[in-house]
């Protein structure tokens, strides 16, 4: 498999040619003209080193710890809503890579599948993500239901204070909830593999929330849930929050020093530096670029993590050699299941193993944790 996609961007035409468009354009697009996409893309691309050799024989240690645990490999799977509607029954499939390759899962409070469902896949690589209910009691029966499923780390994800618009997969003809539109069975029509996960799994629901809708009409459920579930987060909620979650909380999609500074002082454990794969504002700068930054203000006093524009096994040793300390891929790890079904995570998982692994020999690193003492090239002269 490794010979026939031994890429992630191989895996992205095989994901297009099978599933229905509007599933493609809600997976790869950003908003707006889509810039903040493309600029996380190039400034990926504009980091470069200049290796040394000689290093004789090297054994590549992909093995770290972070907040307090080790996994087999640097990153992990970020959160995505509506993961079904990509290739349906995806969450079951990425819990259990999450499972064997030791690599964190990180549930999204709006994917189609429930903590009860996936804990007991992922067990203890469980991480759930959470959009802020309103209500009180419907944050603490949530919070209640993720740590009984197994979720030991809370992430909150800061960056969605209103939905975006992401043109693209409106003219696609997304709507929320996925009806059957004659494009939708069109769509169907055209991807028999999709469509058979279809009829296994169904069309794509939010299960984990969909309790808390007090509406019976689905039209009405979803933008019920979309203003229950958004729009409140503050400083004064991340404090409640962290009095009532007693396990690993995690901000997500900061990036602002500034931000960064108060969610330390609320005691936050990590911060993910993410500006959500360029989906939500168009004019936010590239991720990467904002990474050193963060951890030139609080890297001394929290852990912070990376998220948006990963690609290859390379991206991710320059997001490490930029400081961070952990990172997700999120339309990677789908795309590779959108392409392959139930072997698509896993291959993912290998695609950035052997990638990281020649990279790091080319560099001469043998441990991924050693690269932040890498100079990216300058072209200046040799003293
Ligand atoms: C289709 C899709 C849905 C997403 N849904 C969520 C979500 O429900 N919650 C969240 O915190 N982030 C969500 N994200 C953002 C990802 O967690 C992550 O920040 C982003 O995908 C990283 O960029 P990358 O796709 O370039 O790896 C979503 C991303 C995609 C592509």
């Known amino acids: 498999m490794l010979e026939k996609y031994p890429a992630i961007t191989d895996l992205e035409k095989k994901a297009k040619s099978r599933i229905p468009e509007v599933a493609w354009a809600y997976l790869s697009s950003g908003t707006g003209d889509e810039l903040a996409v493309s600029r996380n893309r190039e400034a990926f691309n504009q980091i ?13 240690d992909l093995k770290t710890t972070v907040l307090g645990r080790e996994y087999n490999l640097p990153f992990g799977i970020a959160p995505v809503g509506l993961s079904g509607l990509m290739w349906p029954g ?6 259990q890579t999450a499972k064997d390759y030791n690599i964190p899962y990180c549930l999204s409070t709006v994917a189609t599948q429930t903590p009860e469902t996936i804990g007991p896949i992922s067990q203890e690589n469980s991480w759930f993500q959470l959009y802020t209910p309103r209500k009180k009691e419907i944050r603490t029966h949530l919070l209640a239901r993720a740590k009984t499923s197994g979720f030991n780390t809370l ?32 769509g169907g029509i055209s991807n028999p ?19 808390y809708a007090e509406s019976k009409q689905a039209t009405k459920v979803f933008e019920e849930l979309r203003k229950g579930f958004g729009g409140t987060l503050s400083w004064d909620y991340l404090k409640e929050l962290r009095e009532e979650w007693k396990g690993n909380l995690i901000i997500k999609g900061l990036t602002h020093p500034n931000d960064a500074e108060r969610a330390v002082q609320i005691g936050v454990d990590a911060i993910i530096v993410s500006n959500h794969g360029g989906r939500q504002f168009d004019a936010v700068p590239p991720s990467i670029k904002l990474l050193p930054l963060i951890v ?55 695609v950035l193993k052997e990638d990281l692994r020649a990279n790091l020999m080319q560099l001469g690193i043998e441990n991924i944790n050693d690269i932040k003492n890498l100079t990216p090239f300058q072209p200046t002269r040799h003293a």
């Open 296 to 350: 030139d203000a609080v890297g001394d006093k929290t852990c912070i993590m990376f998220d948006s524009g990963i690609n290859s096994g390379l991206d991710i040793i320059k997001a490490y050699q930029q400081g961070a300390q952990f990172v997700f891929l999120g339309r990677g790890f789908l795309t590779g299941v959108a392409a392959l079904g139930a072997q698509g995570g896993n291959h993912v998982c290998e």
């Open 48 to 60: 470069q080193y200049n290796p040394t050799f000689m290093h004789g024989e090297q054994t590549v």
């Open 90 to 95: 995806a969450e079951m499939i990425l819990a």
């Open 155 to 186: 992430i909150v994800t800061a960056d969605v204070p209103y939905p975006s618009r992401r043109e693209r997969t409106k003219r696609a003809g997304l709507r929320t909830p996925p009806k059957l539109t004659a494009k939708f069975l069109w």
């Open 193 to 211: 593999a999709w469509t058979r996960q279809v009829m296994k799994h169904g069309l794509p629901k939010l299960k984990t929330v969909i309790q």
